[in-house]
């Protein structure tokens, strides 16, 4: 097993670019939408994994993303940032705009070269477009010193059309070609061909670097994507937990584990701090309220779990027989501060920064009491019980509304029955309702205290951990005005962690809300 990222051997040549687009291509698909403070927060993470490029968003598409597009610029030191701009003067000045700010931008401009995209969507004839891309990179380049093309669906178009185009790119002052697998259709011999070919056919390739873009529609995305760096792309656009459009893109974390696992076979290496994976998966997990399946390669909650006893066994004896790479090497630690209710303030700071977290004096206060409370009920605390404690609320999220107490009724004889007590800017609000069960007695409890009329999009239960007292993890979608807002409450008690789940989504759909019209919501009950 090869235990480092770069080995020895390894050549400067096979270095493969790490971009990252969760704040892009991620953040686009339905129910990831983040807000300026979270979208830091992941930039900030992503740079402390290693990341070579951070696409920050698509600055022309709104405010939002323009403006965290300009404050990841501001923030980020080490990694460059990287905005997205149509083959257009406008959408170019604008990313120019927010990125002129960032200590190593980059404009990163696309326009579709297919038949099917530049008839049916651009209404343009191939010679157009080509002019477009000559005039776009060359505008791009006169104010940016790096600047990367695409060809958008780019494994659906005519191979020698495309040529032409890199080429013009590339005589534009494009450094980065990027061939997207938009629409997930290559399979990994066609893509391999057609790199290497681009790479043979191409006058002025060696000029620049390509890089590889896929979506995940066939299930193919990770393996179209090594296929391109076998073929000689020296970067990987990728997603953590491979958030993306439709069925995403492909994922940052198994591309990046493959090449270290498989150094035998495979040269091409990554700067990434392979060991901050997990926690930057679970930072993205309880941004978004998406959560990785069990059984996802990498950061999935099985991927390192062994269940069968002939498994078992083998493990005991070696861990290689069924493990390919250790937990450890993508930042699953094995603990020795185990926690339970005798454990101090100190022990528990000291935890939380083993895990990665780091909370203010305030928030670690109240983190503390969550977790008194919580050991009291329950005899072991794991790691992932103390990672769902943390919620948003504690990270420095918004909290004009805050949970107080709650009391059910609940069974089979209805009807179901809550009273629900909630602080909102500083006053106690109280309010009752029955409901078609309990967790929506309690939703109308909330509903009454702050009247609103965003809509309820995703409810969803996880057990943190196995065992009947096992905490509920919840995840509360709400929906307002087309923006979506994510919440997460943990709780040993189901309806406690669902209340918790809903306030937090609230009060983000509150934030929006303040910020596009001041006249912020009051409390009536
Ligand atoms: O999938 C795609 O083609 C894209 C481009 C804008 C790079 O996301
Ligand atoms: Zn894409």
Redesign the pocket.
Known sequence: MTDTTQTETSKDSDRVIIFD?TL??GE?APGCSMNLEEKIQVAEALEELGVDVIEAG?PIASKGDFEAVQAVSARIETSQVAG?ARATRKDIDRAWEALRGAANPRI?T?I?TSPLHMKFKLQMEPEQVYRAVIESVTHARNLCADVEW?????TRTDFDFMCRCVEAAIDAGASTI?I????GYTVPEEYYDMIDRMRARVPNIDKARIST?C?NDLGLAVANSLSAIAAGARQV?CTINGI??RAG?AALEEIVMALRTRADVKPEWTNIQTEAITKTSRLLSSITGFSVQPNKAIVGANAFAHESGIHQDGMLKNAQTYEIMTPESVGLTKTNLVMGKHSGRHAFKAKLEELGMQLGDNQLNDAFARFKDLADAKKDIYDEDIVALIDDSLLGGSDRIRFNAMHVVCGTTGPQNCVLKLEVDGRTCEAQSTGNGPVDAAFACVRRIVPHEARLQLYQVHAVTGGTDAQAQVTVRLEEDGKTSNGRGADHDTLVASVRAYVNALNKVLEKREKTAPEAMRATA
Request: proline share 4%; with cysteine.
């Open positions: 687009t892009r291509d686009q698509f997205l990163h696309f579709s695409s060809c958008e669906d780019g990027n997207p697998d938009t629409v873009h979506h656009e993306g459009e893109n």
